[in-house]
């Protein structure tokens, strides 16, 4: 007696799986990519937003520690061509006096398009991005804003000062466009009103 039983795959069956089998790890690369893609987009965006938040901390702070009066404005600004400034006048030690207070000032502006941040400048307010490290005890640089106008002082129906908004715009890399996934863009806003600041 013969028995022809068939225990193997013909190369129909065999031509099949295989396709299958890699119809699935077409699949599962694609997906792999897919996540890669959308965990690198999160990165630049997350550190793109502790890099405008650290900033605007600064500022912010810088801002707050403001003293000054109508007659004499503890805050002072420039805007020079593209060169934007802006300082605080902080309190030493004698609220009597402004004569012995200094300054904390940011500028902005080409050739190097970055915000820095500067003690004590020969100028007060600098003139150009280069006036704020002349003299300066202490110069921080913030080389990723994209925005020039940075600030806005508001005053009120009388003249005097009412609050100051800070913008910061940024990519996570300013030399290319915005793009919502490889090249993120934010901006944060902020408005202080100085309590050390009279009207």
């Not at 699935?24 to 630049?44: D, E, L, P, Y």
């Not at 280069?130 to 300066?136: E, H, L, R, V, W």
């Not at 901006?187 to 050390?196: A, C």
């Amino acid at each position: 007696m013969c028995s022809n039983s068939k225990n193997g795959l013909t190369f129909t069956e065999l031509l099949v799986a295989s396709i299958l089998i890699g119809i699935v790890m077409i699949g599962i690369a694609s997906f792999s990519f897919v996540v890669k893609q959308i965990q690198g987009a999160t990165n630049r965006s997350a550190l793109l937003s502790m890099r405008l938040g650290g900033a605007i901390n600064y500022i912010r702070r810088d801002a707050l520690l403001a003293v000054g009066d109508s007659s004499s404005r503890g805050i002072r600004t420039s805007s020079t061509g593209q060169d934007r400034s802006i300082c605080f006048r902080h309190d030493t030690n004698n609220p009597v006096s402004y004569a012995d207070d200094t300054w904390v000032c940011y500028c902005y502006g080409p050739p190097d398009d970055v915000l820095k941040r500067c003690d004590n400048p020969a100028a007060v307010p600098p003139q150009n991005d280069n006036q704020c490290t002349t003299g300066a005890t202490d110069v921080r640089q913030f080389s990723f804003l994209s925005d020039i106008d940075f600030f806005n002082i508001v005053n009120d129906s009388d003249g005097r000062l009412d609050y100051i908004e800070i913008t910061l715009t940024s990519r996570y890399d300013s030399g290319n466009p915005a793009h919502p996934v490889n090249n993120p863009e934010h901006t944060l806003t902020t408005r202080i009103s100085p309590p050390g600041h009279g009207r």
